[in-house]
């Protein structure tokens, strides 16, 4: 007898499978350096955040505007971390990333689908984090920045970056651990050698200006400037954003934990690279269990996990990641100028070789190698939601080819690869970053308010978000909806 609407269960409603059931794994109890293992996820969507907002929308805007600008950063990170949480605790729960879950809700999984799949292409389609690498690396090679009339130049460049990044999802054997790895190399290497040069460098008069701007004052004014004079808000909506991950990148945290193995998770599989010649059966539907006392136990162990990697990773990592490289910036370019352009990748690098060629050199190496890093992160993580969302919600392709999800992932990124090409073309890398963080902010206030009402209504009653967190996941839409209202605005 088929089930009618009122006893249908609420999850399958929009036309996908019910979840099965299946017992919560036990958390891990880890001690020590074994957190490095058991933590991953925070790590890769920091990695991802560090080559955006940390390393050329913030410069950007504190070089024009001032340190004051700060208390965005936290009240980003606190959001943002939030918000993070809040998808771990979807994925932690069914096994399911968060996109399937945003798929069990009406109109149709079919609806939702498409509009992630659009909203994730208009924020990172664009490879401009590959082409502002390809600055840098002008820099290196010619010893100064580029120009209008090396725009071709570093379109080349640009281009086999972006390249490097695709061939790299082919190594290794769990995407995921690959992606892992890389970015503890980068967050540890980066923050590490920025915190070395802020110390060196660094005047104190900066160091106090940055503690006062986490609360949005300014010394030298004497007073709080919250937002300045004749601001451009195109600027700030992107600042602003990608302050922390951004949109589709923290979303895509959930399919990096489904892949980590997090609670239910453990069921799931994951998506292995095509180098390993390993066919991983992927769970197209999610699971939930009975939550009774001794789930309950097991379920307060993966909590305690995740909070360690949000608030103990992504949260201290963002702050580092945008504080030490503003000091830098503040410190040795002059205020007030507009950086932004070819070379604003390597803008930093050429203030620091007036003081010691040896100190540009490192500066532009750690650009390329946070900005293709951070293209790396955005490209995988892509393909893997628009893999997910076609696995998810169609028979057919995961019909295809003997039901290996490797295929569908490889030529989700064959197309990928292709439009980044194109895209490249369009216009200089810091226009399209800026479009893509701007379009992270629309994300933010759609999908902030699409799981609160997910948590809420399709998790058991046991699992879901008490009500403060609920709040937080309002105020995250009317915040970002603030900016992305700022800089509509702005356009008239």
Known sequence: MSSTPATEPRESR???????????????????????????????????????????????????????????????????????????RYTMATGEPVFTGFMRTRPSATFWAWLYAILYFLQVGWPAWAGAAGGAIFFLAAGRLAGAEDRETVYWIGVVLFLVC????????????TLEVLNWVLVVTILGTLGVLCVAFVPGHVWGSALAGLVGFD??????????????????GAFAAYSGAGGVANLTLSNWARDKGYGMAAHAGYIPTAASGEKVTLAHTGFTFAPDREAMARWRGWWRIVVA????????????????????YVTFLESGQDIRGLGIAAALAEAMSARAPALGIVIALMGVWILTKTQLDLVEGMVRAITDILWTGSPRVRSWRGGDVR??????????????????????????????ANMAGVVFVISSLHLLWVNNVLLPEALRPPLWRSAALGAIAIFYAAFVALWIGSLR
């Open 309 to 328: 990697d949000q608030w103990g990773v992504f949260f201290g990592g963002v702050l580092l990641g945008m504080v030490l490289p503003g000091m830098l």
């Open 14 to 88: 929009s036309g996908l499978e019910a979840w099965r059931r299946a017992e919560l794994p036990l958390a891990p109890n880890p001690k020590g350096l074994a957190w490095l293992g058991t933590v991953g996820p925070g790590v890769i969507v920091l990695g991802a955040s560090i080559g955006s907002g940390e390393f050329l929308l913030g410069p950007a805007a504190f070089v024009r505007y001032g340190l004051s600008l700060l208390w965005i950063v936290a009240v980003s990170a606190v959001l943002q971390t939030l918000f993070n949480l809040e998808l771990m």
């Open 219 to 236: 010394p030298a004014r004497g007073s709080f400037t919250f937002v300045p004079a004749g601001a451009d808000f195109f600027l700030l």
């Open 407 to 436: 295929v569908v992932y490889y030529a989700v990124l064959a197309i990928v690869v292709a439009w980044g090409l194109l895209a490249l073309r369009l216009t200089q890398p810091i226009v399209l970053l800026q479009i893509s």
């Open 166 to 177: 695709a061939a790299v999802l082919t190594v290794g054997r769990r995407i995921e651990h």
